[in-house]
């Protein structure tokens, strides 16, 4: 049977991460840390980058995403940030207006404070200033992002 299920115990594995044929991918942290499953992830996405073999994919990957498909994980490698205009534009080339607060899948409110991670993407802020991301991870992590409108809980 191909499309079998598995029963994944939280108790058991630390973080679950599903990625579908199209690129959208489900997390789940469980009782792990969310700074320690980034630290993960970030690990073994540069392992997945250095045995890569030195040719396209095949098939080739999906297109960069526009504004219709924001729902595309961002990387904050090649991003540019207009801080006057509060707008920063990922690496695949669409244009997040950080003068909004974001909402997140699970309900939390993200606001950008003026920072930037090492890798040149916003460090958004949530729960009062309690949790601290970078604007890729949190979308990664706990996407779709969707801006919120001025005074919406």
Same mark, same amino acid.
Request: glycine share 10%.
């Given at each position: 049977?191909?499309?079998?299920? /598995?029963?994944? *115990?939280?108790?058991?594995?630390?973080?679950?991460? +599903?990625? *579908?044929?199209?690129?959208?991918?489900?997390?789940?942290?469980?009782?792990?840390?969310?700074?320690?499953?980034?630290?993960? @992830?970030?690990?073994?996405?540069?392992?997945?980058?250095?045995?890569?073999? !030195?040719?396209?994919?095949? !098939?080739?990957?999906?297109?960069? !995403?526009?504004?219709? /498909?924001? *729902?595309? @994980? @961002?990387?904050?490698?090649?991003?540019?940030?207009?801080?006057?205009?509060?707008?920063?534009?990922?690496?695949?080339?669409?244009? #997040?207006?950080?003068?909004?607060? #974001?909402?997140?899948?699970?309900?939390?409110?993200?606001? #950008?404070?003026?920072?930037?991670?090492?890798?040149?993407? !916003?460090? +958004? /802020?949530?729960?009062?200033?309690?949790?601290?991301?970078?604007?890729?991870?949190?979308?990664? @992590?706990?996407?779709?992002?969707?801006?919120?409108?001025?005074?919406?809980?």
């Amino acid at each position: 049977m191909t499309d079998a299920y /598995r029963f994944v *115990d939280m108790d058991e594995q630390a973080l679950v991460v +599903l990625v *579908d044929r199209e690129g959208r991918l489900e997390v789940q942290t469980g009782k792990i840390c969310t700074v320690r499953a980034a630290d993960v @992830l970030e690990r073994l996405a540069a392992r997945l980058r250095a045995s890569h073999p !030195p040719f396209p994919c095949f !098939p080739p990957a999906a297109p960069n !995403p526009t504004p219709e /498909r924001p *729902d595309v @994980l @961002l990387l904050g490698e090649g991003g540019r940030l207009d801080r006057s205009a509060k707008v920063w534009t990922d690496g695949h080339g669409h244009a #997040w207006d950080l003068s909004l607060t #974001w909402g997140d899948a699970y309900g939390a409110e993200w606001r #950008w404070h003026g920072t930037l991670d090492s890798s040149g993407a !916003p460090l +958004l /802020r949530a729960n009062n200033g309690v949790t601290v991301q970078s604007f890729d991870i949190v979308h990664a @992590l706990y996407g779709p992002l969707a801006p919120l409108a001025e005074g919406a809980k």
